[in-house]
C-alpha cells in the first residue's frame, strides 16, 4: 500500500468542498484537514436536525479541533450569487482555492412520470449546474497559481437507461461532462478536472433517508475520501480528464486490492450491490 498517496502533505493548500456539512462531504472535509489542509464548508444546513443531523458549523468546529483553519459558509449552491461570494471569500480568507469538491446533491429516484418538473429542476440546479457555478468562479484563481484540482462526485458516462432514475443521471452525468471538458481545456494550465463514483454505495444520509437496501451492503465513507486523497496527491496536468471509480483509483495509484476493511460491517455481503453504472 502507498502510504504516501493515501496521505498526501497538503499543508498550504486550501480545499473548498460543497455539501460537507453530513455524509461523506463532512468525512472528507475532515480528511483534508487531517493532511494538512485548510477547508470551506459550503453547505445549506446551519443547524442539525433529527432528519438532516450536522452543519456547516458543526463540520468547520472539528476541522479546526484538528489544527487548520475552517470556514463554514452556508451556500445555496443553485444560487449563482451565493456561490461567487462562497468563492470571492474563501479567496479574501485564505488567499488561494486550490482543490474544489463538487460534493453537494440532490437526488429524486422515480420514474419520469413520477418527477414533476420542479425535482427536475432541483437536479439540475443542485448536481450540474451548482458544479459549473463553483468551476467557472474558481477556475480563474487556480489559473492564477498554476495548481489546480476539481473533483465531480458523479457517475462515468453511460448509455445504459437506468429507469427509476431517468431525471436524476441526466444531472449527474452532465457533472462528468463538465469534468472531462474542463480538463481538456485547463489542463496546459496545470488543472485537473475529474470524476469519481463509488462502486458500491456509501454510509450516508442520502443512503439512510432513501432506504437503499441495508447497512450490510454499504461501505463506510472513508474508502471515498482514500480515493479523493490518492488523486489530489498527483500533479493535476497527470491526472485530468478521468471518470473514475474508488476502487480502481485506489488500486491504480495506492494498490490496495483487497477492499473488506471499508464496508461497514467489516466484511463483504453475499452479494454486493454494485452501482459503478447506474
Given at each position: 500500500m502507498n502510504e504516501a498517496v493515501l496521505h498526501p502533505d497538503l499543508t498550504?493548500?486550501?480545499?473548498v468542498v460543497t455539501g460537507a456539512s453530513r455524509g461523506i462531504g463532512?468525512?472528507?472535509?475532515?480528511?483534508?484537514?487531517?493532511?494538512?489542509?485548510d477547508v470551506v464548508i459550503a453547505a445549506k444546513s446551519e443547524q442539525s436536525t433529527e432528519r438532516l443531523p450536522?452543519?456547516?458549523h458543526m463540520t468547520a468546529d472539528e476541522v479546526r479541533a484538528l489544527g487548520r483553519r475552517a470556514l463554514a459558509l452556508p451556500t445555496d449552491v443553485r444560487s449563482e450569487e451565493a456561490v461567487r461570494a462562497m468563492i470571492d471569500r474563501t479567496v479574501a480568507e485564505f488567499g488561494r482555492i486550490d482543490i474544489l469538491v463538487n460534493n453537494a446533491?440532490?437526488?429524486w429516484a422515480q420514474p419520469v412520470l413520477a418527477t414533476p418538473p420542479k425535482k427536475f429542476d432541483l437536479m439540475m440546479g443542485v448536481n450540474v449546474r451548482a458544479a459549473?457555478?463553483?468551476?467557472?468562479y474558481a477556475l480563474p484563481h487556480m489559473q492564477k497559481q498554476g495548481w489546480g484540482h476539481i473533483l465531480n462526485m458523479c457517475p462515468r458516462l453511460s448509455i445504459a437507461p437506468s429507469p427509476g432514475k431517468v431525471a436524476y443521471?441526466?444531472?449527474?452525468?452532465?457533472?462528468a461532462r463538465l469534468a472531462i471538458g474542463i480538463a481538456a481545456e485547463h489542463r496546459q494550465d496545470n488543472i485537473a478536472a475529474n470524476s469519481l463514483w463509488p462502486r458500491t454505495i456509501i454510509e450516508?444520509?442520502?443512503?439512510?433517508?432513501?432506504?437503499?437496501?441495508?447497512?450490510?451492503?454499504?461501505?463506510?465513507?472513508?474508502?471515498?475520501c482514500d480515493a479523493c486523497l490518492?488523486?489530489?496527491?498527483?500533479?493535476?496536468?497527470?491526472?485530468?480528464?478521468r471518470q473514475l471509480i474508488d476502487e480502481q483509483i485506489l488500486t491504480e495509484l495506492a494498490g490496495i486490492t483487497n477492499f473488506d476493511h471499508y464496508w461497514c460491517e467489516g466484511r463483504p455481503p453475499a452479494n454486493p450491490n454494485y452501482i459503478d453504472v447506474w
Open positions: 498550504g493548500r486550501v480545499a463532512k468525512a472528507l472535509a475532515l480528511r483534508l484537514a487531517r493532511e494538512g489542509a450536522g452543519s456547516i446533491g440532490a437526488i459549473y457555478l463553483a468551476a467557472y443521471m441526466i444531472s449527474k452525468l452532465g457533472m450516508s444520509q442520502a443512503s439512510i433517508n432513501w432506504g437503499m437496501l441495508d447497512r450490510s451492503q454499504w461501505r463506510t465513507p472513508e474508502i471515498v490518492a488523486i489530489f496527491a498527483q500533479e493535476p496536468a497527470a491526472c485530468t480528464g
